[in-house]
């Protein structure tokens, strides 16, 4: 074993001892140092890293993201060794990854209930409409969703505890009576099948199996077809992680309605949603103008008494 080697292998380390997961640089940086063995070259350059990240000839949106992998592990080699070179973050266009959120009203989310009937068997039909259900009223990642198993839910309690969740962090949901009451007949239903694995997965398919993620998104974007709702431009198109974004706004848009402590009220959406920097729960509520409009009549009224 090469000494980056050795390096990538403490640093990869010490990312994933942070709470980072590191799927994809687990995959790449390995790749990248293969490269940089192929020249010849005993430390890190600008020059080197651009190739490699380059080397998708057909895949230019890709391209950052390869170079950004690649910064990392260069910026805990600088500190290490001077002689490694950090890429400089402008040397490749970086196109925005990120849609712009569709927020869904409760007709909307009312009619995506609705077309889950159109599935093709009661236990999918049931399966589908509490993931929906389950999306739309706590805001969890649609892999936490997937992912809960069925000991993860208390009856007794109500609350329901997300483990391993991003940045390795865990959890625990309280959910409204009428969310509980749902769980238990879907828990409780006669057409349950029998759970293939050990662990018992709260969403299960008529196969016994744990819901996918990739086969949630594809039934929700048939169901969006059926219930008519559409894009509203090209960067903003109906997809299942909208719900997460339509609860957060919902939550304080309700925190402006009953006049409460908006501030308060963040800071505990913050903590629900899984978020350890404040700042991604101000991006899941950035596409709203409603807020802004609340926000300006509260401005307005506490101008108005303070004169």
């Known amino acids: 074993m090469s000494a980056l080697q050795q390096a990538l292998k403490e640093y990869l380390a010490m990312r994933r001892a942070l709470g980072y997961k590191l799927e994809r640089e687990v995959r790449l940086l390995p790749q990248f140092l293969d490269y940089v063995q192929q020249r010849g070259e005993q430390h890190l350059s600008s020059e080197t890293a651009v190739a490699w990240a380059t080397l998708p000839r057909s895949a230019p949106g890709w391209w950052s993201a390869r170079l950004r992998m690649v910064r990392g592990f260069a910026v805990y080699m600088h500190q290490i060794d001077p002689g490694h070179e950090v890429p400089a973050t402008d040397l490749l266009p970086c196109a925005s990854r990120r849609a712009t959120p569709y927020l869904y009203d409760e007709a909307q989310i009312a009619a995506l209930m609705q077309v889950a009937g159109t599935l093709r068997t009661p236990h999918r039909v049931a399966t589908i409409q509490t993931l929906i259900g389950l999306l739309a009223v706590t805001g969890m990642r649609i892999g936490e969703a997937v992912g809960l198993d069925r000991?993860?839910?208390?009856?007794?309690?109500?609350?329901?505890?997300?483990?391993?969740?991003?940045?390795?962090?865990?959890?625990?949901?309280?959910?409204?009576?009428?969310?509980?009451?749902?769980?238990?007949?879907?828990?409780r239903r006669a057409d349950r099948p029998a759970p293939?694995?050990?662990?018992?997965?709260?969403?299960?398919?008529?196969?016994?199996?744990?819901?996918?993620?990739?086969?949630?998104?594809?039934?929700?974007?048939?169901?969006?077809?059926?219930?008519?709702?559409?894009?509203?431009?090209?960067?903003?198109?109906?997809?299942?992680?909208?719900l997460r974004h339509s609860f957060a706004v919902a939550t304080v848009l309700d925190g402006y309605q009953q006049d409460e402590d908006v501030g308060r009220r963040l800071a505990l959406l913050a903590t629900y949603l899984g978020h350890v920097d404040p700042a991604a729960t101000y991006w899941y509520l950035s596409a709203a103008p409603e807020l802004m409009h609340l926000a300006a009549d509260r401005l307005d009224r506490h101008l108005t008494a303070a004169s």
């Open 151 to 187: 000991e993860d839910f208390n009856l007794a309690t109500g609350c329901i505890v997300i483990r391993g969740a991003k940045f390795g962090k865990s959890r625990e949901l309280a959910l409204h009576p009428s969310t509980t009451a749902a769980l238990r007949r879907y828990l």
């Open 196 to 242: 293939m694995a050990d662990v018992p997965p709260l969403l299960i398919t008529i196969a016994g199996t744990r819901l996918l993620k990739c086969d949630a998104q594809r039934t929700f974007k048939t169901l969006t077809r059926r219930a008519q709702i559409q894009a509203r431009s090209g960067s903003c198109r109906p997809r299942l992680h909208d």
